[in-house]
Every structure is written in C-alpha cells, then in structure tokens.
C-alpha cells in the first residue's frame, strides 16, 4: 500500500512538472508571437512615419498610393511624357525618387515627344502609348514651348483639354505640368502657365505650376540657340520637382 503511494505521488509530481514545462512553453510561445507581432506594427508605423516626412508636399491621393505601395510591396508605375530628354531632368527624379524611399516604391518611365506641339501629340495618339507603358501615376508636360510658335493660345488650351480627356480615360492618377520657359514676343508665359491652370482646375486635375521657380533673367537656364533647357535650367527644373515629391529634401 505504501508502495502504492508512493508510485502515485511519484506520478503526480512527473505530471504536474510536465504541465509546468508545457504551460511555460505555450507562454514563452505565446509571448514569442505577441513580441512578433508588435515589432511588425512598431515597424509598420515607423516605416510609414518615415515615408510621411517626404510626403508632406504631395495630395493625399498619392501620399495614399505610396503607403499602399510600401504595405503591398507593389511598385507604384510613374511615367512621365515630357518634352525634355530622359536623362535630363526625368532622371535626376528617378534618381531621387530611389534614393528616398528605396529602390521597390517607384518605377519610373519617361516618355518624350521632343518637339511635338499639342496637335501632333493628339495625332500620335499619346495617351495610348502611355497606356502601353501600364502607369499608375502620369505626370503630364502640356507643351506650351512647342505650341507658341505654331498654335494660338486658344488652340493649345482647346488641344490640352482634349488630352486631359483622352489621359483620364484611362483612369490613372494624372498630374499635369506646363513646359519650361520660353521667349515669346506675342504672349506671355506667365499668362499661358495659368491659362493652364485654368483648363486643369475645370477638369479636376492636379496642377503642379513650376513656373515661379524660374528667375526673369533666363540667360543661364535657356539655350539661346536651341530654345530648351541648359544643364543649369535642367537642374532647376528636376529640384523643383524631387522636393515637391521627397518633402524639400536636399539635393545639393
């Protein structure tokens, strides 16, 4: 009997630590997965209060897009169609654009027409070649440079709205520019940049003016002989457009 008692007792104690042994496994585990789980959210709103501070210049709808492209892992497409060259401007912002929020955010792809005016951009059919290159984002140079010389201000208004119209249809986030400056003996630039303004406010399309970045004196910023940009003025231009998209980072 005592014998007995003894097995039992024995018995008790092996299950009893075996209970203590597994109940401090399941809490070490358990503590595990919850320390697992706030690093992730620590990380995630440490990540994302990050990507705020290069955020704050741009709408909410594409500060959106940047959160979601971080939390999905899926790249955000920017294509831009410009008149300047790919690797002027358009480069420097890629450039940027990586060095800020990393290598997997952005893709950036430039599409330039050179010197088509407005005209000949709604004959080529740019929006389709557009499409083709699967943006998620279009930054869009009305080409005011192009057309004085070949359009009245009028025509180029009534061109560019057509193109908002054709750009929006193919439901991306759409953001237009004007072009760089230019001298013009009819009609001022300054007056075309917000007669701009004008069709991309009535069309509920972001504008984003550069225009007041540009000193009077272009001397230094415009090619004389050529009429585009110098590699000054090329600069000028894709700072504007790297702070307005990193939060005025500095990239001096």
Request: charged content about 20%.
């Amino acid at each position: 009997m005592k014998a007995m008692v003894g097995v039992n007792v024995t018995a008790a104690v092996l299950c009893g630590a075996v209970m203590y042994v597994g109940t401090q496994h399941w809490q070490e585990k358990t503590e595990a997965q919850a320390s697992e789980v706030k690093n992730a959210v620590v990380h995630k709103e440490k990540q994302f209060s990050d990507v705020s501070a290069y955020t704050k210049n741009l709408p909410d709808f594409i500060t959106k897009q940047i959160e979601a492209s971080i939390e999905n892992k899926k790249p955000l497409t920017l294509v831009i169609a410009t008149s300047a060259k790919e690797a002027g401007w358009p480069q420097q912002l890629k450039k940027e654009l990586a060095a800020t929020y990393g290598s997997d955010v952005f893709t950036v792809k430039t599409l330039s027409y050179g010197s088509e005016t407005s005209d000949e951009l709604l004959s080529s059919h740019i929006a389709d070649q557009i499409d083709q290159l699967q943006p998620t984002i279009i930054l869009f140079e009305a080409p005011l440079k192009n057309d004085y010389q070949h359009l009245t201000l009028d025509e180029t208004l009534e061109n560019t709205e057509k193109l908002i119209y054709q750009l929006k249809d193919l439901k991306k986030t759409l953001i237009l520019q004007p072009s760089q400056p230019y001298i013009s003996q009819t009609e001022s630039y300054e007056e075309c940049v917000e007669a701009i303004r004008g069709v991309a406010e009535k069309n509920w399309v972001h504008y984003l003016n550069h225009s007041l970045i540009w000193p009077f004196h272009l001397g230094e910023y415009i090619n004389t002989n050529t009429g585009g940009t110098t590699i000054k003025g090329n600069y000028v231009w894709g700072n504007y457009l790297v702070r307005w998209f990193t939060g005025n980072k500095n990239t001096e």
